[in-house]
């Protein structure tokens, strides 16, 4: 879809139904529970390598220090500059996948939604030819909540409305350029910015009851439903267009060339 598209669909963007996006949202969690539950899996083996990186050398370390009677008191700044460029390599890995994974699970809502027989690819966007857009993409959303953080408490709670949209946009426009389809978030989430806020609010709160409900663990299964009603908010300003083969199809394009 073309961007100038995008842009009339939003500035057209009819009224959304809170009821009828939160019904929705239940109906297609029931479809997709078991991906949503697989995603954050995949998420937290991604974090243990990362774990073993930054605790073992500290520990290390401090063992070290502690059985040589001071004589390795030269490695604390050493120590302390390894954590600090480990941590921000951990943060910096785990927002990428995170990015990436979270728009692979908006993709496979979509099959599942509307009933699309295809390869359930949680990693596609984390794949040639997508990986230098999501690392663009994912360094903007961390800039861009970093600074509204700076600013105050409540630019962050704002832009974390069309922040949350950008993943959406890029799940299914990954041919679009960055700067457009920040830009495009941004819009939608003006246009859209109380009916999203107020419905996200609301799946997240219920996800956690739920979740609590079953023993605790039961949240990493709810999780997910949280971020549903931002596909049918998206699905119901811009829509997917006819062409609903290009979900069997672009699995397997390795030939597309991103526009970064």
């Known amino acids: 879809m073309l961007f100038a598209e995008i842009q009339q669909k939003i500035r057209n963007a009819k009224q959304l139904d809170f009821g009828h996006l939160l019904n929705d949202s239940i109906e297609l969690f029931k479809k997709v529970w078991l991906q949503g539950l697989i995603m954050l899996l995949i998420m937290f083996a991604a974090i243990i390598p990362f774990v073993f990186i930054i605790y073992i050398p500290l520990l290390v370390f401090g063992v070290a220090n502690s059985t040589s009677s001071g004589a390795f008191d030269g490695l604390a700044p050493i120590a302390v500059i390894f954590v600090v460029i480990a941590y921000l390599l951990f943060i910096f890995v785990m927002m990428v996948i995170s990015f990436g994974l979270k728009a692979g699970l908006f993709r496979i809502m979509r099959q599942k939604d509307q009933d699309v027989i295809g390869k359930e690819d949680y990693f596609f966007f984390l794949k040639k030819p997508y990986l230098s857009k999501t690392i663009n993409l994912s360094l903007a959303f961390f800039g861009i909540s970093l600074l509204a953080t700076m600013l105050c408490v409540f630019p962050i709670i704002y832009v974390m409305v069309p922040l949350n949209l950008l993943i959406v946009m890029y799940a299914f426009n990954p041919e679009i350029s960055s700067s457009n389809l920040i830009k495009a978030s941004f819009d939608l989430g003006n246009k859209k910015w109380l009916i999203t806020f107020g419905i996200t609010l609301v799946a997240g709160i219920l996800a956690q009851m739920v979740g609590m409900l079953m023993c605790g663990?039961?949240?990493?299964?709810?999780?997910?439903f949280a971020a549903i009603p931002l596909y049918f908010i998206y699905k119901e300003v811009i829509g997917f267009g006819e062409d609903?083969?290009?979900?069997?199809?672009?699995?397997?394009?390795?030939?597309?060339?991103?526009t970064i």
Do not use: M, R
């Open 217 to 224: 663990v039961g949240i990493f299964v709810t999780a997910s």
């Open 244 to 258: 609903v083969d290009e979900l069997k199809q672009i699995g397997n394009n390795e030939n597309f060339d991103a």
